[in-house]
């Protein structure tokens, strides 16, 4: 099973368990927060480009925290985008740093 596979999986087992009837007792409660949890992680492993500011700076896709500075005016110490950090410390988002196919 896929991650996707995964996620899509827990998104119809809740909408079945927990959004079609509410759950107000604490159990159903938690159990709601568990798929919340389980898909928000799951959804995590999936990856995400960076989004590119004004070529100074690459940033997390989810939470905008800056993953790898550019510096095109000094290239001797300009960071490979191979080289990226393969998950955001911040928010723990996989990246994927591979180049976009040219149409």
Not at 43 to 52: L, N, R, T
Not at 76 to 97: A, M, R, V
Request: charged share 35%.
């Amino acid at each position: 099973m896929t991650e996707k596979e995964a996620i899509e999986e827990l998104k119809e087992e809740w909408g079945r368990f927990g959004k079609a009837t509410p759950c107000d007792t604490s159990y159903g409660i938690a159990v709601n927060e568990s798929y919340k949890m389980a898909i928000t992680a799951l959804e995590k492993q999936i990856p995400k480009k960076p989004k590119e500011y004004e070529d100074k700076y690459y940033a997390c896709p989810v939470c905008d925290n800056i993953l790898m500075h550019k510096w095109e005016k000094y290239p001797e110490i300009l960071t490979d985008k191979k080289n990226g950090l393969p998950y955001c410390l911040c928010c723990g988002q996989k990246l994927d740093w591979s180049e976009n196919p040219k149409e």
